[in-house]
């Protein structure tokens, strides 16, 4: 049980256009997700919080205008990439944990691999 | 507010010996802390977790982890690595008073040799 799907695995776009990416949850329902971004042999450094309902939470340093995040129902959380430039570059990862289960660990997907040409 | 360390980046082992993993944290709250396994350009893999029951705790993969409070660490050992062991280790900590956020540490890169 709790699977988080993610997609698309990898992606290139050119410079200046805007990349989805989509994070479900598949057989539990997520009012908060989280999405985070590892750059190459980095730890993964958190972006922002995603609330079903309500606007998400960035961390500091991190431009909403940018980082569009939506999460319109309890299982799909997208975060949006817009006027990508080559430094926005990195792996995505989103995670969840299933609702009242503090001490289960949060499951993450599978990342993607975005590349900005 | 907490923090992880993680002493070594780099680890290198030859098969069959066993696996040392260091982990060091710090948390104004009752801890939980995880290690997760991360293989190149994937997610992450949830290994174990510690959250205030037996102090030692067994994962997948035979990998284990002692929680020692009076040390604040969380070291994962395993008794004989794999060659499919290699991989990226993540130690990281979530304390009771920050539920929805985790902490991660800067990870270890494992290396087995033939």
């Known amino acids: 049980g709790a699977v988080v799907s993610q997609h698309p695995s990898w992606v290139i776009c050119k410079s200046g256009t805007s990349v989805k990416i989509e994070c479900r949850s598949l057989d539990f329902q997520a009012t908060t997700m989280f999405w985070y971004r590892q750059f190459p042999k980095q730890s993964l450094m958190l972006m922002a919080t995603?609330?079903?309902?309500?606007?998400?939470?960035?961390e500091q340093g991190v431009e909403k205008d940018k980082f569009l995040i939506n999460h319109a129902s309890l299982t799909l959380s997208t975060l949006t990439v817009t006027s990508a430039h080559p430094e926005d570059s990195s792996f995505y990862i989103c995670?969840?944990?299933?609702?009242?289960?503090?001490?289960?660990?949060?499951?993450f997907g599978s990342g993607t691999r975005l590349t900005v040409v | 507010a907490q923090s992880v360390t993680q002493l070594d980046s780099h680890v290198s082992v030859s098969e069959g010996t066993p696996v040392l993993l260091r982990c060091n944290y710090s948390s104004s709250y009752s801890p939980s802390l995880f290690w997760y396994v991360q293989h190149p350009n994937k997610g992450l893999q949830l290994l174990l977790k510690?959250?205030?029951?037996?102090?030692l705790v067994k994962g997948i993969n035979g990998f284990e982890a002692e929680f020692k409070k009076s040390e604040t660490s969380f070291h994962l050992t395993k008794p004989s690595a794999h060659m499919s062991d290699a991989a990226e280790y993540f130690c990281?900590?979530?304390?009771?008073?920050?539920?929805?956020?985790?902490?991660f540490g800067s990870g270890t890169q494992l290396t087995v040799l033939p």
């Open positions: 995603s609330n079903e309902g309500s606007k998400a939470t960035y």
């Open positions: 995670s969840a944990r299933p609702p009242g289960q503090i001490n289960y660990g949060y499951t």
């Open positions: 990281v900590v979530s304390d009771s008073g920050s539920a929805r956020q985790l902490t």
């Open positions: 510690y959250t205030s029951a037996a102090t």
